[in-house]
């Protein structure tokens, strides 16, 4: 069974925000995500400002792939991992939002039978293509939360695989005419589209 490997990702992102804040009095965001050890092979130099959401503006301008919607400084430490990606059209419910507008990514040694990868995904996305997706998703069992950053959608804890420290599964993030996706909510925080 493939498995994210989500304490790794919160890791990344307590590691990236650690060196962030060391170059500027930054204030944490409400919801900062905790971190539990883990693996320590990789330590990023990058991560999204507290509060920042992608631009659909500058979006446009870029189409989103494996490599562009998380940081230059996590594609180089994955792949000092032996990491590589399968890139797939972003899919939410019934709504698809095909390559090269929207991306779905999976990180991992994928050489071999991974047992623990990453998921990432980004893609622009109308008000009716959002109200449809999260319909679906709802009727799966999926629920939701409203945010200053968007809604967030989660799968239920009942049938999530892995967690994240506050029990988030898979989860997206629908913002003003973008969505994120990540394996974990904790996740979410390494999907910085369009890099700034």
Known sequence: MIRPLHRFTAVLALAASLAAVSGCAAAAPEAAPTATTA??????SATPEPGATPDTAAAASEDPTCETIISPAIVSDFEALG????????????VTVAVPEGVQCTWGDLSASAEQVQQFGWAPITAAQAATAEQDLLAEGWRTEDSREGVYVTESADTAVTTDDEGYGRTYLFGDGWVKYADTKQSLLLVQFPQN
């Open 39 to 44: 693996p320590s092979a990789v330590a990023p």
């Open 83 to 94: 990491w590589t990606n399968f890139e797939d059209a972003f899919t939410v419910g019934t």
